[in-house]
């Protein structure tokens, strides 16, 4: 993490990319995927085995489905996964995961929310802020705005907003993403047929568990200046 600015800026697109796989924009999703070569950088690393077998799994799915419209298989599971109309297989709410009667508009719901609303998001009323899409663009935003300091000469009140930033990310990654995303994925593996969504879920959950402990090494380095 040499240059953080480039860091924050990478993890940022990455959020982004995965909110929009699995709110639907299946198109955007797949031509960001190929710009930022994000799947070659995952399926050779070391550190996070989810990483790299999530992605190989995606790049094994793609080869497979060459001589086909892949994009349109890729949508149509997703439709059946995450949407319905019948059963939902897969649900995108953490809700579903965290609560006894998997009821949305509870509490967690509205913790989530009042964590949009401290960065001046806000969300429709009518809509679950806990859906996973949100979340995940919640965490890309926390990276957008670290972006705004000038990370190689921090007063100390750019200093100590930066240094909250990293709590937010750090806190919503544990109470949040990380404690119901586990869940979930053994419902994507048990009902996926293609190995693109498989692939793409444990991705994204070793994604997330080498984030959360980049973040604290950051955050260890700048508590201490």
């Not at 663009?137 to 750019?158: A, G, H, K, T």
């Not at 996926?192 to 955050?219: C, H, P, S």
Request: proline fraction near 2%; include cysteine; aromatic fraction near 12%.
């Amino acid at each position: 993490m040499d240059n953080i600015k480039q860091w924050f800026s990478e993890r940022k697109a990455i959020y982004y990319i995965l909110s929009l796989f699995y709110a639907g924009k299946i198109n955007e999703g797949l031509e960001l995927l190929n710009k930022s070569n994000l799947l070659n950088n995952f399926k050779n690393y070391e550190h996070n085995k989810n990483l790299s077998k999530g992605a190989c799994k995606v790049i094994d799915e793609f080869n497979k489905n060459e001589q086909v419209d892949y994009k349109k298989v890729i949508l149509e599971e997703h439709q059946r996964l995450f949407v319905g109309p019948t059963e939902l297989l897969a649900p995108l709410w953490e809700s579903v995961y965290k609560t006894k009667d998997k009821l949305l508009f509870g509490d967690i719901e509205l913790e989530v929310r009042r964590d949009y609303n401290s960065i001046g998001l806000d969300v429709k009323p009518s809509e679950a802020a806990d859906y996973l899409p949100l979340q995940l663009s919640f965490m890309s935003r926390l990276c957008s705005i670290s972006q705004e300091y000038n990370l190689e000469r921090l007063n100390e009140d750019e200093l100590e907003k930066l240094r909250e930033n990293l709590v937010k990310q750090k806190e919503f990654l544990n109470k949040h993403l990380l404690s119901w995303v586990p869940m979930w994925l053994e419902d994507v593996n048990k009902n996926a047929e293609g190995r693109f969504w498989k692939g793409l879920v444990q991705l994204t959950e070793g994604w997330l568990e080498n984030d959360l402990m980049e973040i604290e090494r950051l955050y260890i380095n700048y508590k201490n200046f």
